[in-house]
């Protein structure tokens, strides 16, 4: 076991950001092509933070794909379990910017390759390795990635690794909310660590109170070791089987908060991979949500998700400002 490895399973993908915000797609003047994909945000993330972590996943055998190959590598993440596909395109986002930071997307995705990844081209023996695996649910979208990524997540499983889900809602990729809601939970019950944002929170709860204690805790099952639920500006709330609590935000401009719950993911799984007793005390661990709260806001002062993305320096600098 390499102690505290994180690999992350999913799609990688170029967000092409509008130069500048307020405008519809058409109108937008120009764009700037800037890597993301969920799962890969939180790769990058954890390694500028100075942690050691893993990307799996597919993209196309195209321009776009090699220039995140080349991305993961400039940043220290390994890239080893990435496949690249002959007969299909890297998967693309054009996002729309409004002026107060919060975006819109439309997809390229026809298949993307991302969706093409097959259990055949898994590197298992990194994701046995692994302190903590970390994925999303586009990949149980569609078949093969879907079977894929409940192979990868039994093995992790089966070898001892911490698991650890962001479900990563994007609606309109689903055929029906119905198919979205079911996706999520079909693979909500084997994870160990689960991060979901207030728009999920809204989606799984269907209605009832999102801030009730007791609604939350129907999200529970015995083996979820940590539910944490953030709140954009506002900062996050976490829930163990033995306490909960709130940690407020860091408060700064936003600019672009594509790549902020993954940037909160990275800061929160950096600590976690390399001491995991974190998990049963809660002052460390509320230092632990201070600073990955720090690592979402910095994230959203900047365009794009991965360039964004801070390093342990300045997460440091802004906390002791
Ligand atoms: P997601 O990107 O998954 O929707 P959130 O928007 O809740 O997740 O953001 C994740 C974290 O990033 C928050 O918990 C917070 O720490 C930080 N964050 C996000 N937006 C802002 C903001 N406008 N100002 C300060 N911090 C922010």
Known sequence: KDSSLVVCFGEMLIDFVPTISGLSLADAPAFKKAPGGAPANVAVGIARLGGSSAFIGKVGEDEFGYMLADILKENNVNNEGMRFDPGARTALAFVTLRNDGEREFMFYRNPSADMLLQENELDFDLIRKAAIFHYGSISLITEPSKSAHIAAAKAAKDAGVILSYDPNLRLPLWPTAESARE????????ADIIKI????????????DPYDDAVVR??????LKLLLVTEGPHGCRYYTQEFSGRVKGFKVEAVDTTGAGDAFVAGTLA????????LQDEDRLRDVFKFANVCGALTVTERGAIPALPTKEAVLDAILK
Not at 218 to 223: T, V
């Open 183 to 190: 996706g999520i939970l079909s693979i909500w019950d084997t």
């Open 197 to 208: 944002n207030e728009e999920e929170i809204s989606f799984l709860t269907q209605g009832e």
């Open 218 to 223: 129907k999200l529970f099952h015995p083996n």
């Open 271 to 278: 600590q976690l991979a390399s001491d995991l007793s974190l």
